[in-house]
């Protein structure tokens, strides 16, 4: 259901921005593009064609934003990554992404760029003059009462946490410019069922002092990670899964364009590409 209602929200906003398109694209438009960003390239095909039975003969252009996708290739170059036009779409997909859900998991293994993905967009942002907010921690790093507070047992005092602290800190932020809590580190269902009601519809964080922090309408909790292993059909159908399966190609010619070519040679020499 909650997969269901981002499509029909993407479906909403397309429609009212283009009022004389047929439904039947509109709705083609919103399933693909909502959809694809989370399939494996391998499973590309078969979402492909099951959308060709679904529309028969029917294409439909992807919407393509020319002014934030020029500065997209601009923060890319001032970052020193090459501009490729894959690494630009994963750019776009993902800012599209973020335009429908407030909590995103962007899945992929080490090299295939999601950091990188990360801060381009954040760039670009920047010199959009959005004026970004961006704050990162790794959950692993500190356990559960250190993430979220905890009221200590001899003297009843609260302790606040690490997230609770961000996310207030944030939600006390009056402009309007994009917010993120970007969550960096392996998934362990002894901290993340704690977040179920945040990313849901309820957005909402209940602390065990009772008090509740909400997200705002800019702001976004973002998940960079590796695997679902851990994850829960819970914590999966709470969140929208971005899946990055392929070399950032950009990001390792870049690195070898700024790197000594002795320590490229190591690198390969030790099987880490």
Known sequence: LRA??????????LRRS???RPEEQ???????????????????????GLLGDLFP?????????CEFEKASRQSALELGLQPEDTFILKVMQLEELMA???????????GTGKSQILKVLYRTYVNLGRNPVWNDLNPKAVDRDELFGFIHRATREWKDGLLS??????????????????????????WIESLNTVMDDNKVLTLANNE?????????????????QMATPATVSRRLIYFIDDLNIPAVDSYGTTQPHALIRQHLDHGHW
Do not use: C, Y
């Open 212 to 228: 509740r922090v909400s997200l705002t309408p800019s702001m976004r909790l973002v998940f960079e990670i590796s695997h679902l």
């Open 26 to 48: 509109v709705l083609m438009h919103a399933l693909r593009d909502f959809n694809m960003p989370k399939i494996v390239t391998e499973d590309l095909p078969i979402f492909l």
């Open 18 to 20: 283009d009022k004389e």
């Open 165 to 190: 602290s961000l996310m207030r800190e944030q939600a006390n932020i009056s402009h309007l410019g994009p917010k993120w809590i970007v969550l960096d580190g392996d998934i362990d269902p002894l």
């Open 57 to 65: 003969g029917l294409e439909v252009e992807r919407k393509r934003d």
């Open 4 to 13: 269901v209602k981002s499509v029909l929200v993407l479906a909403g906003a």
């Open 100 to 110: 429908v859900r407030h909590s995103v998991f962007v899945v992929g293994n080490a």
